[in-house]
């Protein structure tokens, strides 16, 4: 049977690697290890905190079919010009319209060249989906847009991003037209969904559907022996929405009470202050900032630790389904979520286990679960608080399967359902 060509729009994507790029280069590794044939069309152009920029022996093997394209023209003689044109041609003035243009040209040659099957387009940057946006309406092929986080000017306390009402305008036209248009639209979480649907009018139950970020496997040696002692990690950079100052106190309540020895290690930019909040605490020798660390060595790092720590921002609800969720159990890793009350986080470890979940809010919730957890460190029973069922719904057979059941049964579609 011939391979079931697809064209993935993922305006980040490998070899950058972040956390949103992340995202979209395990989705893509995992519809090639399936048989599929697939194609991206990225961007070369991203600015901002990145743990590596080069191709790693993770992700060589999507190189080959990676388009990686220039959003911004150095030509500051047509750089106007340019994207005037971009914007008649596509539409929608948005951030992102040059690179869209140029990638949307690029697709219809591939098209030409070899047709494609059926068309992803990836957020975040979601200026990924403007090119597919234009590809559908010009080709008619199945389309399938996935959102990560919500448009920026809906991001909920206590994120903010000033913005002006012209601006929100054309990006809330263009949100609900790629919407309105999309075969398909999906999610990491219901929560997310439901948040978008109610703040932007849009999205549809009967053409919407959840899938988590996912837990690929990479090569990734789990018999690594653990360190012998309790070692907590987090993965990824803060912010100031993501405070750590309440957990930081509860860390030093449990070092006062415990005799075991407890690390806690940072992998990421530090750029909130935290080292000026561990120097007055006193956590100097438990705290450690590791910096920038490859994909790959932060998931050799993970399998040495005890648990992997989550911290959200203090939201009414949490929506979010953070990536580094897969990783720590790719890493066979318990979760400690310092989450809110009510939130994606709090569902899906009641639902499926996994770890323990403390309020964000409350110094006393995260110091019961890290005590919980050290608890059962210290008897060799972390073990318990890892879930098999967890790890199954963050699997890429279960992405795999939702995208082939929902197209089949619900679009009529068989390019996919191999």
Request: glycine share 4%; with cysteine.
């Amino acid at each position: 049977m011939k391979q079931s060509r697809i064209l993935v729009f993922a305006s980040y994507f490998a070899p950058n690697s972040f956390s949103e790029a992340l995202s979209n280069n395990k989705f893509v590794l995992a519809l090639k290890k399936k048989g599929y044939d697939v194609t991206v069309i990225s961007t070369s152009s991203y600015v901002g905190d990145k743990y590596e920029n080069s191709w790693s022996t993770l992700w060589k093997s999507l190189k080959e079919n990676t388009h990686n394209i220039p959003s911004i023209d150095t030509n500051s003689k047509n750089r106007r010009l340019s994207k005037l044109i971009a914007i008649f041609t596509l539409n929608h003035p948005i951030n992102g319209v040059s690179w869209s243009y140029k990638a949307f040209n690029l697709a219809i040659k591939l098209h030409q060249q070899n047709p494609f099957n059926f068309v992803i387009s990836r957020s975040i940057s979601d200026f990924g989906h403007l090119p597919a946006l234009k590809f559908k309406k010009t080709i008619g092929l199945k389309w399938v847009a996935n959102w990560n986080d919500p448009p920026y000017f809906i991001f909920p306390p206590p994120y903010s991003e000033k913005t002006n009402y012209i601006d929100q305008f054309f990006y809330s036209r263009y949100i609900k037209s790629v919407a309105k248009a999309a075969d398909y639209n999906t999610f990491p979480s219901q929560r997310l969904y439901k948040y978008m649907k109610k703040e932007l009018g849009v999205f549809k139950d009967v053409n919407s559907e959840i899938l988590p970020h996912l837990n690929t496997n990479l090569n990734l040696d789990l018999s690594v022996v653990k360190v012998n002692h309790f070692r907590i990690c987090h993965a990824g950079n803060l912010s100031k929405e993501r405070s750590p100052e309440l957990f930081l106190n509860a860390l030093k309540s449990l070092s006062n009470n415990c005799d075991g020895e407890i690390e806690c290690f940072i992998i990421g930019v530090e750029n909130v202050g935290l080292k000026a909040k561990v120097k007055e605490l006193n956590l100097d020798k438990i705290v450690k900032f590791t910096g920038a660390m490859s994909y790959q060595k932060t998931l050799e790092f993970l399998v040495t630790c005890s648990v992997g720590l989550l911290i959200e921002a203090k939201c009414d609800e949490g929506i979010f389904l953070p990536s580094k969720v897969s990783d720590y159990a790719q890493a066979k890793l318990p979760i400690l979520a310092v989450s809110p009350k009510v939130g994606t986080m709090r569902d899906l470890l009641s639902e499926f286990g996994g770890g323990v979940i403390s309020d964000n809010t409350d110094e006393s919730s995260i110091y019961n679960g890290l005590e919980t957890l050290y608890l059962a460190w210290s008897k060799n029973e972390l073990n318990t608080f890892l879930s098999q069922n967890f790890d199954n719904y963050l699997s890429e057979d279960y992405m795999i399967k939702k995208y082939r059941d929902f197209m089949l049964n619900k679009l009529n579609f068989s390019a996919i359902a191999k």
